[in-house]
T-cell receptor, first 113, second 113 residues
Framework: QKEVEQNSGPLSVPEGAIASLNCTYS??????FFWYRQYSGKSPELIMS????GDKEDGRFTAQLNKASQYVSLLIRDSQPSDSATYLC?????????????FGKGTKLSVIP | DTAVSQTPKYLVTQMGNDKSIKCEQN?????MYWYKQDSKKFLKIMFS???????INETVPNRFSPKSPDKAHLNLHINSLELGDSAVYFC????????????FGPGTRLLVL
């Protein structure tokens, strides 16, 4: 079983702070990683994808990947109440015939005004 | 224009009934998926089709039968509905079958009474 682990939270941060969301995975061969945001009652939407070790920045969001340690994280700078949502970590497993994303159970983020 | 659409958005039905959910994507993608998200928000793949061919068929009761009339449509038929089938069902699509970003539909909220 190729697993993706996330702390379910809730993670509460004050408005303006940095929110740090973490994800670990068991499949050492995975090459593609994604962060999805899901507002309550809505569908998941892609925020970031990352494929190489290091940081990838997009606006207030930074994804960090460390394949040696098998973790991927998402930093949200200057957190806003509108960032309150569940954040899903996902990866594309390695191996022949891997045609599916594997999702973690998500971390619920609450940004307090 | 909605990229991935699903009908109906809400479905309330009695145990034992048969129901269908329809999905359409106008992104020109080759691959479509059905996911189930349970009350604990865990998103789990059910089926995937690539160019109308079934490529993922997870351990799902055979009461669930997907059908892809063409690569822009993927329907899900459920026979003899059970209480445990109550969940949100998401359709998604991606361009290819590996390491591709997936785009989700708005979801169909199924409640079995």
């Amino acid at each position: 079983q190729k697993e993706v682990e996330q702390n379910s939270g809730p993670l509460s941060v004050p408005e303006g702070a940095i929110a740090s969301l973490n994800c670990t995975y068991s499949d050492r061969g995975s090459q593609s990683f994604f962060w999805y945001r899901q507002y309550s009652g809505k569908s998941p939407e892609l925020i970031m994808s990352i494929y190489s070790n290091g940081d990838k920045e997009d606006g207030r969001f930074t994804a960090q990947l460390n394949k040696a340690s098998q973790y991927v994280s998402l930093l949200i700078r200057d957190s806003q109440p509108s960032d309150s949502a569940t954040y899903l970590c996902a990866l594309w497993p390695s191996g022949a015939g891997s045609y599916q994303l594997t999702f973690g159970k998500g971390t619920k983020l609450s940004v307090i005004p | 224009d909605t990229a991935v659409s699903q009908t109906p958005k809400y479905l309330v039905t009695q145990m034992g009934n048969d129901k269908s959910i329809k999905c359409e994507q106008n992104l020109g993608h080759d691959t479509m998926y059905w996911y189930k998200q349970d009350s604990k928000k865990f998103l789990k793949i059910m089926f995937s089709y690539n160019n109308k061919e079934l490529i993922i068929n997870e351990t799902v009761p055979n009461r669930f039968s997907p059908k892809s009339p063409d690569k822009a449509h993927l329907n899900l038929h459920i026979n003899s509905l059970e209480l445990g089938d109550s969940a949100v069902y998401f359709c998604a699509s991606s361009q290819g079958t590996s390491s591709e970003t997936q785009y989700f539909g708005p979801g169909t909220r199924l409640l079995v009474l």
